[in-house]
């Protein structure tokens, strides 16, 4: 089955830095790529997503870039604030409806 | 529009202890499915549904069974609670065409002594 690695498990940078995170995945099959923010004690919320047809999805400080290639994607926060920090997700639809998530990654931005 | 509503928010069980978790949706998603979440890994998805009496397997199905008889509706049954099984568990729906962002709960806060 599909089997989804995400690095870094923590992220700590400054206040006004860039945040990268990357994940890789197993299945060629796999076409449609969202990532998730979860804040303490909430719910996992959709924030960006790309599809197998587009390399690179901007909106606003955050963008994903997809390199089916090498099968792995990366989510690239800009001009970091504080309340960035949460836990960042980052999934893989393998086409038969099974979304398979990352481990997470835990990102504190320091004011 | 509630979206996707999850109860209870907290349950505290015995081992062997059965429960069924809720979940219901009105946004007409024609996909559903259950996760949990455990510290450091994530979510786990352990049964979806592909539509009303249409149900699958995820990555972590044992000791949980699901059903679909509505297409709002998706409880999830805990068969007979175990301590492994405290989590947090995460229902969420989506269209149907696999492509789609899924909706999630808030969850439940599972704790089996």
């Known amino acids: 089955g599909e089997n989804v690695e995400q690095h870094p498990s923590t992220l700590s940078v400054q206040e006004g830095d860039s945040a990268v995170i990357k994940c890789t995945y197993s299945?060629?099959?796999?076409?449609?790529f969202p990532w998730y923010k979860q804040e303490l004690g909430k719910r996992p919320q959709l924030i960006i997503d790309?599809?197998?047809?587009?390399g690179e999805k901007k909106d606003q400080r955050i963008a994903v870039t997809l390199n089916k290639t090498a099968k792995h994607f990366s989510l690239h926060i800009t001009e970091t604030q504080p309340e960035d920090s949460a836990v960042y997700f980052c999934?893989?639809?393998?086409?038969?409806?099974?979304?398979?998530f990352g481990a997470g990654t835990r990102l504190f931005v320091k004011a | 529009n509630a979206g996707v509503t999850q109860t209870p928010k907290f349950q505290v069980l015995k081992t062997g202890q059965s429960m069924t978790l809720q979940c219901a949706q009105d946004?007409?998603?024609?996909?559903m499915s259950w996760y949990r979440q455990d510290p450091g890994m994530g979510l786990r998805l352990i049964h979806y549904?592909?539509?009303?009496?249409?149900?699958d397997q995820g990555e972590v199905p044992n000791g949980y069974n699901v059903s679909r008889s509505t297409t709002e509706d998706f409880p999830l049954r805990l068969l007979s609670a175990a301590p492994s099984q405290t989590s947090v568990y995460f229902c969420?729906?989506?269209?149907?065409?696999?492509?789609?962002?899924?909706?999630f709960g808030d969850g439940t806060r599972l704790s089996i002594l």
């Open positions: 299945d060629s099959a796999s076409n449609y």
């Open positions: 790309i599809r197998s047809n587009v």
């Open positions: 969420a729906s989506s269209y149907s065409d696999g492509n789609q962002p899924q909706h």
């Open positions: 999934a893989v639809n393998t086409g038969g409806f099974k979304t398979i």
């Open positions: 549904s592909v539509g009303a009496g249409i149900t």
């Open positions: 946004m007409n998603h024609e996909y």
